[in-house]
């Protein structure tokens, strides 16, 4: 399979770094949350979403949508044709009983790209496995045949009994079509966070009822949640107020109705249904459906989602390059630039504000590419309801790099860019007021500010704008 693709990017091409990550996932089975991106720098960056389903003739079957980011491979040059070679290997344990089922493939994946750069673009193989019905737990390994390393991801699939009167709904599945990429064609998304270039979304799951004469009536409705997307505020002002959104992070009691949908299967058997939206603005949103069994239970599922910037997690446009800037510049500049609305003009500003600061072409380059390699790994790293790079701990690690020590307690971080845990200027400490759970599955980590860092991230500021940070990152 051959895969090309060309991407512009602003003083040439930025090195991807790759590091560990977390997921999203609840552990409430009832909602479907997708992942985050777990990476580990030298290996396959993979991503996958499982379904389970019943065919037409009421075969049980697993979908296995696997995603592999085609900038963490390593490609050889051979006869002129520029490839990698990756092996996958997809898993099948039945939890509720003894079957299991092992299916490999081998994939030579070619592009045109010369050096590393940073770049979302996925080969995505699907695979449509038969097994019985239960649930299973899926295993998904991708193995990088030049470096022999692999990275695995997991997750679960049920599927109902065709011959068992009982109600079941499937787990939802989203799927979106961007026009650029495709004519009609929607694509699984494997992941927690949908880029805003995705042209519109759908939902789909499966509704199985062998009860003839019971009818059921199925409940959709999406809804958003209030949720803080705005830029992480300095270091020296005063700790967020325990009533603003932006401590709070998502307000779940607060759910805006987008659209409602009742529906009513008077046949028997297994039904695919799907729902379809045009693209969403930036926010929060969880897709709900609901229904009633036979003995009077309440069966429910949900997939939760948020759109994100237009090339998340990469930077690329010139609007996603200036936003950033905002803990570089002040913040009546940074307003005025983000009021350009042409792109072109936009780019120019963005431009003349490193030239304006770190003179020398060549350095300013290396500057630039330091920079948005970080917000990249922010992204990565720190994303919750809103783009990592806009958290307190993407804001740190932008500025600071990456912490010399961790130290991690119940509902706090602290970060240590000394040797001494005990030096107030470099030592950084977060605290969440939420704790991670099923109802909000997020890490909203918030810096516990102070008016002493003013001059800590002044002085960090002339690192970046002097080019200093090359040679002198603290």
């Given at each position: 399979m051959s895969i090309h693709f060309k991407h512009f990017l602003l003083f040439g091409v930025l090195s991807l770094g790759l590091l560990l990550s977390g997921c999203v996932r609840s552990s409430n089975p009832d909602v479907e949350r997708g992942s985050l991106f777990q990476f580990q720098d030298g290996y396959p960056e993979v991503r996958s979403s499982s379904i389970g389903l019943l065919s037409e003739n009421d075969q049980p079957l697993i979908n296995i949508t696997t995603d592999i980011v085609l900038s963490s491979l390593?490609?050889?040059?051979?006869?002129?044709?520029?490839?990698?070679?990756?092996?996958?290997?997809?898993?099948?344990?039945?939890?509720?009983?003894?079957?299991?089922?092992?299916?490999?493939?081998?994939?030579?994946?070619?592009?045109?790209?010369?050096g590393s750069f940073i770049s979302q673009e996925v080969f995505t193989h699907n695979e449509v496995i038969e097994v019985v019905p239960g649930t299973f737990e899926v295993n998904i390994t991708?193995?990088?045949?030049?470096?022999?390393?692999a990275s695995s991801r997991t997750s679960q699939a049920t599927i109902p009994n065709p011959e068992n009167p009982q109600v079941s709904l499937t787990t939802i599945r989203l799927l979106g079509k961007n026009l650029e990429l495709t004519e009609n064609q929607y694509t699984p998304i494997t992941t927690y966070t949908v880029p805003s270039k995705i042209d519109?979304?759908?939902?789909?799951?499966?509704?199985?009822?062998?009860?003839?004469?019971?009818?059921?009536t199925i409940n959709a409705r999406l809804i958003q949640y209030p949720a803080d997307t705005s830029y992480a505020r300095p270091m020296n002002f005063n700790n967020y107020s325990p009533s603003s959104l932006p401590?709070?992070?998502?307000?779940?009691?607060?759910?805006?109705?987008?659209?409602?949908?009742?529906r009513r299967l008077d046949q028997p058997g297994s039904v695919l249904i799907e729902f379809k939206y045009p693209l969403l603005e930036r926010g929060t949103y969880r897709f709900e459906v609901e229904t009633t069994d036979q003995d009077g239970e309440t069966l429910y599922r949900a997939r939760d989602f948020s759109v994100m910037s237009e090339n998340y997690p990469s930077v690329m446009t010139a609007r996603e390059l200036a936003e950033p800037l905002i803990y570089l510049m002040d913040r009546r500049d940074h307003e005025r630039m983000m009021e350009i609305q042409e792109a072109d003009s936009l780019k120019e500003a963005v431009d003349r504000f490193w030239l304006s600061n770190v003179k020398n072409m060549n350095q300013a380059r290396s500057v630039i590419n330091l920079y948005y390699e970080r917000v990249e790994q922010a992204n990565k790293q720190f994303t919750n309801f809103k783009e990592g790079w806009k958290t307190d701990m993407g804001m740190i690690y932008i500025l600071f790099?990456?912490?010399?020590?961790?130290?991690?307690?119940?509902?706090?971080?602290?970060?240590?860019?000394?040797?001494?845990?005990?030096?107030?200027?470099?030592?950084?400490?977060?605290?969440?007021?939420?704790?991670?759970?099923?109802?909000?599955?997020?890490?909203?980590?918030?810096?516990?500010?102070?008016?002493?860092?003013?001059?800590?991230?002044?002085?960090?500021?002339?690192?970046?704008?002097?080019?200093?940070?090359?040679?002198?990152?603290?």
């Amino acid at each position: 399979m051959s895969i090309h693709f060309k991407h512009f990017l602003l003083f040439g091409v930025l090195s991807l770094g790759l590091l560990l990550s977390g997921c999203v996932r609840s552990s409430n089975p009832d909602v479907e949350r997708g992942s985050l991106f777990q990476f580990q720098d030298g290996y396959p960056e993979v991503r996958s979403s499982s379904i389970g389903l019943l065919s037409e003739n009421d075969q049980p079957l697993i979908n296995i949508t696997t995603d592999i980011v085609l900038s963490s491979l390593i490609y050889s040059t051979k006869d002129e044709k520029r490839a990698a070679n990756v092996s996958l290997e997809i898993r099948i344990l039945q939890e509720d009983g003894d079957f299991t089922k092992t299916v490999r493939k081998d994939f030579e994946i070619e592009s045109e790209f010369e050096g590393s750069f940073i770049s979302q673009e996925v080969f995505t193989h699907n695979e449509v496995i038969e097994v019985v019905p239960g649930t299973f737990e899926v295993n998904i390994t991708v193995l990088d045949q030049s470096s022999d390393r692999a990275s695995s991801r997991t997750s679960q699939a049920t599927i109902p009994n065709p011959e068992n009167p009982q109600v079941s709904l499937t787990t939802i599945r989203l799927l979106g079509k961007n026009l650029e990429l495709t004519e009609n064609q929607y694509t699984p998304i494997t992941t927690y966070t949908v880029p805003s270039k995705i042209d519109s979304l759908k939902m789909d799951f499966q509704v199985t009822n062998n009860e003839v004469e019971d009818p059921l009536t199925i409940n959709a409705r999406l809804i958003q949640y209030p949720a803080d997307t705005s830029y992480a505020r300095p270091m020296n002002f005063n700790n967020y107020s325990p009533s603003s959104l932006p401590y709070i992070g998502v307000d779940m009691r607060r759910a805006e109705e987008i659209d409602t949908n009742v529906r009513r299967l008077d046949q028997p058997g297994s039904v695919l249904i799907e729902f379809k939206y045009p693209l969403l603005e930036r926010g929060t949103y969880r897709f709900e459906v609901e229904t009633t069994d036979q003995d009077g239970e309440t069966l429910y599922r949900a997939r939760d989602f948020s759109v994100m910037s237009e090339n998340y997690p990469s930077v690329m446009t010139a609007r996603e390059l200036a936003e950033p800037l905002i803990y570089l510049m002040d913040r009546r500049d940074h307003e005025r630039m983000m009021e350009i609305q042409e792109a072109d003009s936009l780019k120019e500003a963005v431009d003349r504000f490193w030239l304006s600061n770190v003179k020398n072409m060549n350095q300013a380059r290396s500057v630039i590419n330091l920079y948005y390699e970080r917000v990249e790994q922010a992204n990565k790293q720190f994303t919750n309801f809103k783009e990592g790079w806009k958290t307190d701990m993407g804001m740190i690690y932008i500025l600071f790099g990456p912490p010399w020590y961790v130290d991690r307690y119940l509902n706090t971080m602290d970060w240590s860019y000394s040797y001494d845990r005990n030096d107030p200027q470099y030592n950084f400490t977060f605290r969440r007021p939420n704790l991670k759970n099923e109802f909000f599955p997020f890490d909203n980590y918030l810096l516990q500010r102070n008016q002493g860092y003013f001059n800590v991230q002044y002085r960090q500021i002339q690192l970046w704008l002097t080019g200093n940070i090359l040679t002198n990152r603290l």
